[in-house]
């Protein structure tokens, strides 16, 4: 199946730890990102990366570093985690992000609960 | 002021009505619009786009367009219970920008 898919789906550990998420897309875009969407349902973007490039680099903490080892694939890491770092991560990914017809395809999500 | 913003609802509407949903947004660079629907629980998925004036039609779903008064409206039309969902207005500023902002989402709620 053509698709972005993330894992883990569900991540709960506790302060301080360290954890990350993965995700890859086989869909053939050169743009990838990660949201974080709050429990008001808010859809917030945190990094976008084009070809492994670091495009967008929103205000988030720097505990938090995303890597793209490929255009294909972008990882996050998430150093010493804090009870506001639970929230719902999607990763997406988007053909020729900079054109104005290309919507994000969602992965499904990781749900963090930090304890 | 929220560069996006959406009423949060929730927005009721009966079976088979037309429910209408709106979105405003700030940044007059805006080029395209998006809609997209979102189960609880679910991830967000693509209803429809659109970057010009007017009307755009897609089934049962209309998208309208205003850059002038800076607003994009979705309506669905003979509303049925599955579309009862969270709906999530969506905007791209400008040429070169990857960048999707979007607004805190309508909740939806179609009572048979």
């Known amino acids: 199946d053509t698709a972005v898919s993330q894992t883990p789906k569900y991540l709960v550990t506790q302060m301080g730890n360290d954890k990350s998420i993965k995700c890859e897309q086989n869909l053939g875009h050169d743009t990838m990102y990660w949201y974080k969407q709050d429990s008001k349902k808010f859809l917030k973007i945190m990094f976008s990366?084009?070809?492994?490039?670091?495009?967008i680099n929103e205000t988030v903490p720097n505990r938090f570093s995303p890597k793209s080892p490929d255009k294909a694939h972008l990882n996050l890491h998430i150093n010493s985690l804090e009870l506001g770092d639970s929230a719902v991560y999607f990763c997406?990914?988007?053909?020729?992000?900079?054109?104005?017809?290309?919507?994000?395809?969602f992965g499904n999500g990781t749900r963090l609960t930090v304890t | 002021q929220k560069e996006v913003e959406q009423n949060s609802g929730p927005l009721s509407v009966p079976e088979g009505a037309i429910a209408s949903l709106n979105c405003t947004y700030s940044?007059?660079?805006?080029?395209?619009f998006f809609w997209y629907r979102q189960y609880s629980g679910k991830s967000p998925e693509l209803i429809m786009f659109i970057y010009s004036n007017g009307d755009k039609e897609d089934g049962r779903f209309t998208a309208q367009l205003n850059k002038a008064s800076q607003y994009v409206s979705l309506l669905i039309r003979d509303s049925q219970p599955s579309d009862s969902a969270t709906y999530l207005c969506a905007v791209k500023s400008n040429f070169g920008n990857e960048k999707l902002t979007f607004g805190t989402g309508t909740r939806l709620t179609i009572i048979p």
């Open positions: 990366y084009n070809n492994k490039e670091l495009i």
């Open positions: 997406a990914s988007s053909q020729e992000g900079r054109r104005r017809d290309s919507p994000l395809h």
């Open positions: 940044d007059r660079g805006s080029q395209s």
